[in-house]
Each structure stands twice: as C-alpha cells, then as structure tokens.
C-alpha cells in the first residue's frame, strides 16, 4: 500500500500528463509568469519525492561514488575496475530508483547510461591493451561529463519531472 506522499506523488503526475496533453507545457510554465497556479503545487509535490533535492541523500548516491572513482585511479587495474563497476552500478541504480520515485527526467535516461559505462569499464580491465592511467583519468572526467549532457539535453527539452 502506497503512503500518503507517494499517492500524491502519484496523483501530481497524473495531473501534470493531464495539462500536457491538452497543451499546458509544464516545463515552459516553470518559467512563465501566466503559468496555470496548479503548476507550481505539482511542482513542489514532485520534488518532495525528489532524491536529488536531499543533499546528505544526493551526496550519497551520486557524489561519493564520483570521490571514489577518482580515488580508484591511484589503485591496480583489477581493483580499479571493481570499484568502478560498483560505482557506476550504484549511481545508475538511484538514477532509475529516483526517476520511479518522482519522475526525475534526466533520471530516467542517466540511470541506463551509467549501468552501460559499466560494459566499457570491464572490457578495459580485461583487455589485453593496457591503457596508460591518463587514458582511465580521461574516462573518468567524460562519464560524468556525458552524464551532466544528458541531464541538461533531456531537461531542457522535457522539463524537470516526466511522465512516460
């Protein structure tokens, strides 16, 4: 049984579907002045629900594991690539926990992406080419980079909190 606050998390998002589908642009009225009123409510219901306007929980889901895959650059390959794997494991799982929690856009594409770097990681810890430690400090600057393109692209088209 859903508690009170996912129900109105629930019942916001059906809302927003609502307004959208028959012309309310959500993500335009955020910045609009002649915004349907109903628009902000749903918008402050949304980011109750939202992990990433906790900073302890966004620290612990998204900032650690960045800290520790920068600290895994001063260890071995075989470690470098665990600690990467769960990292990446990590921070794509609370990207698609959150997006299912509050419909966090940039979640729901962040969330796959970072459980697909895990694939290029492996394979660069088991191949027979060894890349220099800048060739993995360089990975470790473009995942995160990818990840704020993704955040910002599907924002900025589809608003902050989605629905489908």
Do not use: Q
């Not at 307004?19 to 993500?27: K, W």
């Not at 219901?45 to 906790?54: F, G, H, I, N, Q």
């Not at 071995?76 to 509050?102: D, E, H, Q, S």
Request: proline share 7%; net charge positive.
């Amino acid at each position: 049984m859903l508690d009170d606050e996912d129900e109105n998390t629930r019942i916001a998002r059906h809302i927003l579907a609502a307004l959208r589908a028959v012309g309310v642009d959500a993500h335009l009225a955020e910045n609009v002045d002649d915004a349907p009123p109903i628009i902000p409510v749903l918008r402050a219901s949304l980011t109750k629900t939202d992990w990433l306007a906790d900073p302890f929980i966004k620290a612990l889901a998204w900032r650690l594991p960045l800290v520790v895959i920068f600290a895994a650059l001063l260890v071995p390959v075989p470690a470098r690539v665990g600690i990467w794997a769960v990292a990446f494991a990590w921070m794509g799982t609370a990207c698609v926990l959150n997006y299912r929690r509050c419909g966090r856009t940039h979640c729901r594409y962040t969330g796959p992406y970072y459980l697909a770097m895990i694939v290029p990681v492996l394979a660069l810890g088991i191949a027979p080419v060894l890349i220099p430690i800048t060739g993995w400090f360089a990975i470790a600057v473009a995942i995160p980079i990818g990840s704020k393109l993704i955040w910002w692209a599907t924002e900025r088209a589809w608003g902050t909190f989605s629905l489908s």
